[in-house]
């Protein structure tokens, strides 16, 4: 004999911040004031070394652990990533934040001057650096080296540049030195801070620039310099910066002309009168989207509330992953009606869909599928009948969800938010067997059922009667029948599918075996007879009531027959008899008779 125990086992199924890793990025570099996503901060690996892509929204800094980034250094934060399965997992970051040294790379421009004449350290600088970034309005220039500009010729020399943030670079300069400038090397052109237009507006070239002389002081260009666009500004772009170039044409004999200068101009839109600010607590069900003007709201510059123009349409430039539940960004662009636009960040909050709540599905038994002719191509009626299944086996969907059926069976659940399921049409229906075009049945008359002795162990004769008497109540019926020992009769259509009648719809007790029929209680009420071994027919009569008055609820039909010595045989419906003793019915006559 073997002998097994059953043994309880824990299984620790760990959550995915215990799975995966994240780990801090390496010589993360940000410019001062720079808006660092969390997400580029770190990197996420799954058990086996895989680097995976969380949705947007998934990694954030946690509360109050976001570093101040205004001001240069390395700075300490820690962010936290939410994982698909809701688990969080903390993590310690290092940014470090540029120096305006690190971030800016100042250039020399062309410089020409004449013997003697040292130009300002400030002159010699580009306005923009070799990135093409604007140099910062409070940067100080100062000679570090200073040329040597006594006599013609190339003089080198070393501008040192000082930032707000303390922090220096050094820059060479060549400056051309010679005996007379011509009016190229005589003015200086630079491009205008702080211009702003009206949308599709004008703005002369000439009201573009600045003019300085070769001692750095503000002048105006000569008589006859011709100023004019040679790249012109695309001014119909409302709340958009927009550059372009200026060309001056001197009038010296040569007719020399500068080299381009780029002129950024900012033109006025509404998006200037408004701030867009993100929408707090916007929720959305899994799956579906939202709508961007819901994410968004208009604010005055100073951030009061306000509303947004009449006109103003909203559309997303990157809609959030609603596909998993958790917290999740997309990009929002909000056009006014000048056609100026803004960009802005949003959360939304993915909640759980109904259809996170439901797990709806066919029935446990395939057997109570749905049979269809054809389950490649279901008929109306079929796809009725599969709908009917479907809230049959699921009698807990929400109220107003709707199901529609294809042509192959397949279920598709649709929930009020919009969210959906689907049921395979394999889990629905199956193919039409004979037996679903079967109904056998037994008597509709209980009475008419096949009276046994012992209806639960039938004889061969009992079977035999059953099986005549399904063959009479369905005359069409194909197979063949099988009958077991208590009646239910099993019938094994020619495709192998079966039925079953139960054996109570086909057979009763004999109904002698229902009645105990009995004479008088009271012997002196026996039925008086002169001879007790040779009854008159007179004196059967009587026995006949006696029985009938003794056993009234003997079933209708039944005969009663009565033999020469009183004893009575009660035939039923069925066929079935019963007998009463003679010395139970009648009495020898006595003189009080």
């Given at each position: 004999?073997?002998?097994?125990?059953?043994?309880p086992?824990?299984?620790?199924v760990?959550?995915?911040?215990?799975?995966?890793?994240?780990?801090?990025?390496n010589?993360?570099?940000?410019?001062?004031?720079?808006?660092?996503?969390?997400a580029?901060l770190?990197?996420?690996t799954?058990?086996?070394?895989?680097?995976?892509?969380?949705?947007a929204?998934?990694?954030d800094?946690?509360?109050?652990?976001?570093?101040?980034?205004?001001?240069?250094?390395?700075k300490?934060?820690?962010v936290?990533?939410?994982?698909?399965?809701g688990?969080?997992?903390?993590t310690?970051v290092?940014?470090?934040?540029k120096?305006?040294?690190?971030?800016?790379?100042?250039?020399?421009?062309p410089?020409?001057t004449t013997v003697g004449?040292?130009?300002?350290?400030?002159?010699?600088?580009?306005?923009?650096?070799?990135n093409?970034?604007?140099?910062?309005?409070?940067?100080?220039?100062?000679?570090k080296?200073?040329?040597d500009?006594?006599k013609?010729?190339?003089a080198?020399?070393?501008?040192?540049?000082?930032?707000?943030?303390?922090?220096?670079?050094?820059?060479?300069?060549?400056?051309?030195?010679?005996?007379?400038?011509?009016?190229?090397?005589?003015?200086?052109?630079?491009?205008?801070?702080?211009?702003k237009?009206?949308?599709?507006g004008?703005?002369?070239?000439?009201?573009?620039?600045?003019?300085k002389?070769?001692?750095?002081?503000?002048?105006?260009?000569?008589?006859?310099?011709?100023?004019?666009?040679t790249?012109?500004?695309d001014f119909?772009?409302a709340?958009?910066d927009v550059?372009?170039?200026?060309?001056?044409?001197?009038?010296?004999?040569?007719?020399?002309?500068?080299?381009?200068?780029t002129?950024?101009v900012?033109v006025?839109?509404?998006?200037?009168?408004?701030?867009?600010?993100?929408?707090?607590?916007?929720?959305?069900?899994?799956?579906?989207?939202?709508d961007?003007?819901?994410?968004?709201?208009?604010?005055?510059?100073?951030?009061?509330?306000?509303?947004f123009?009449?006109?103003?349409?909203?559309?997303?430039?990157?809609?959030?992953?609603t596909?998993?539940?958790?917290n999740?960004?997309?990009?929002?662009?909000?056009?006014?009606?000048?056609?100026?636009?803004?960009?802005?960040?949003v959360?939304?909050k993915?909640?759980?869909?109904?259809?996170?709540?439901?797990?709806?599905?066919?029935?446990?038994?395939p057997?109570?599928?749905?049979?269809?002719?054809?389950p490649?191509?279901?008929?109306?009626?079929?796809?009725?009948?599969?709908?009917?299944?479907?809230?049959?086996?699921?009698?807990?969907?929400?109220k107003d969800?709707?199901?529609?059926?294809?042509?192959?069976?397949?279920?598709?659940?649709?929930?009020?938010d919009?969210s959906?399921?689907?049921?395979?049409?394999?889990?629905?229906?199956?193919?039409?067997?004979?037996?679903?075009?079967?109904?056998?049945?037994?008597?509709?008359?209980?009475?008419?059922r096949?009276p046994?002795?012992d209806?639960?162990h039938?004889?061969?004769?009992?079977?035999?009667?059953?099986?005549?008497?399904?063959?009479?109540?369905?005359?069409?019926l194909?197979?063949?029948?099988?009958?077991?020992?208590?009646?239910?009769?099993?019938?094994?259509?020619?495709?192998g599918s079966?039925d079953?009648?139960?054996?109570?719809?086909?057979v009763?007790?004999?109904?002698?075996?229902?009645?105990?029929?009995?004479?008088?209680k009271?012997?002196?009420?026996?039925?008086?007879?002169?001879?007790?071994d040779?009854l008159?027919?007179?004196?059967k009569?009587?026995?006949?009531?006696?029985?009938?008055?003794v056993n009234?609820?003997?079933?209708?039909?039944?005969?009663?027959t009565v033999?020469?010595?009183?004893?009575?045989?009660?035939k039923?419906?069925?066929g079935?008899?019963?007998?009463?003793?003679g010395g139970?019915?009648?009495?020898?006559?006595?003189?009080a008779?």
């Amino acid at each position: 004999m073997t002998v097994s125990d059953i043994v309880p086992v824990k299984i620790n199924v760990k959550k995915d911040a215990e799975s995966y890793t994240v780990t801090p990025n390496n010589e993360v570099s940000v410019d001062k004031g720079e808006d660092v996503d969390p997400a580029s901060l770190v990197t996420v690996t799954d058990p086996d070394g895989k680097q995976v892509q969380l949705p947007a929204g998934s990694i954030d800094w946690k509360d109050g652990a976001k570093p101040d980034l205004t001001t240069p250094g390395d700075k300490t934060g820690s962010v936290e990533v939410t994982f698909l399965d809701g688990s969080k997992k903390d993590t310690d970051v290092t940014i470090h934040v540029k120096t305006d040294a690190e971030t800016y790379d100042p250039q020399a421009q062309p410089w020409t001057t004449t013997v003697g004449k040292t130009p300002k350290a400030d002159e010699v600088i580009s306005s923009t650096d070799k990135n093409g970034k604007k140099m910062p309005s409070d940067a100080k220039y100062t000679w570090k080296t200073e040329p040597d500009t006594s006599k013609t010729g190339e003089a080198s020399g070393v501008v040192k540049v000082t930032y707000s943030d303390e922090s220096q670079d050094e820059v060479p300069v060549t400056i051309n030195v010679k005996d007379k400038l011509d009016d190229k090397e005589k003015y200086h052109i630079y491009g205008k801070d702080g211009l702003k237009v009206d949308k599709n507006g004008t703005l002369a070239p000439q009201d573009a620039i600045d003019v300085k002389d070769a001692d750095g002081n503000k002048t105006t260009l000569p008589e006859n310099s011709i100023v004019e666009w040679t790249k012109k500004p695309d001014f119909s772009q409302a709340g958009k910066d927009v550059t372009g170039e200026v060309t001056v044409t001197y009038p010296d004999p040569d007719h020399s002309k500068s080299d381009p200068v780029t002129v950024t101009v900012h033109v006025n839109g509404k998006s200037d009168e408004y701030k867009v600010a993100p929408r707090d607590g916007v929720t959305v069900p899994r799956g579906s989207q939202v709508d961007p003007e819901r994410t968004v709201v208009a604010q005055t510059p100073d951030g009061q509330p306000a509303s947004f123009p009449d006109g103003t349409t909203h559309k997303w430039v990157t809609p959030p992953d609603t596909s998993t539940t958790g917290n999740r960004t997309g990009v929002v662009e909000t056009t006014f009606p000048d056609g100026s636009t803004t960009r802005t960040t949003v959360t939304v909050k993915v909640q759980p869909n109904q259809s996170d709540k439901y797990d709806p599905h066919g029935p446990e038994n395939p057997d109570d599928r749905v049979p269809v002719k054809n389950p490649d191509h279901l008929t109306g009626g079929d796809k009725d009948n599969v709908k009917g299944e479907v809230g049959k086996v699921n009698p807990d969907l929400p109220k107003d969800t709707e199901v529609t059926v294809d042509d192959k069976g397949n279920a598709t659940i649709i929930y009020s938010d919009g969210s959906k399921d689907k049921i395979p049409g394999g889990d629905l229906v199956r193919p039409e067997k004979d037996a679903d075009k079967n109904d056998p049945k037994g008597p509709k008359n209980p009475d008419d059922r096949v009276p046994v002795k012992d209806p639960d162990h039938l004889t061969d004769g009992d079977k035999d009667k059953v099986k005549d008497e399904i063959g009479k109540e369905n005359p069409d019926l194909p197979g063949t029948i099988d009958v077991d020992d208590k009646g239910n009769a099993t019938i094994t259509y020619p495709d192998g599918s079966k039925d079953t009648i139960p054996g109570g719809d086909l057979v009763r007790q004999e109904d002698k075996d229902k009645y105990d029929p009995k004479g008088p209680k009271s012997p002196d009420d026996r039925v008086p007879v002169k001879d007790p071994d040779h009854l008159t027919d007179g004196d059967k009569d009587k026995v006949k009531g006696e029985v009938g008055t003794v056993n009234p609820d003997l079933p209708k039909g039944t005969e009663v027959t009565v033999g020469d010595d009183g004893t009575a045989t009660i035939k039923y419906p069925d066929g079935s008899k019963d007998k009463i003793p003679g010395g139970d019915l009648v009495r020898p006559e006595n003189d009080a008779d």
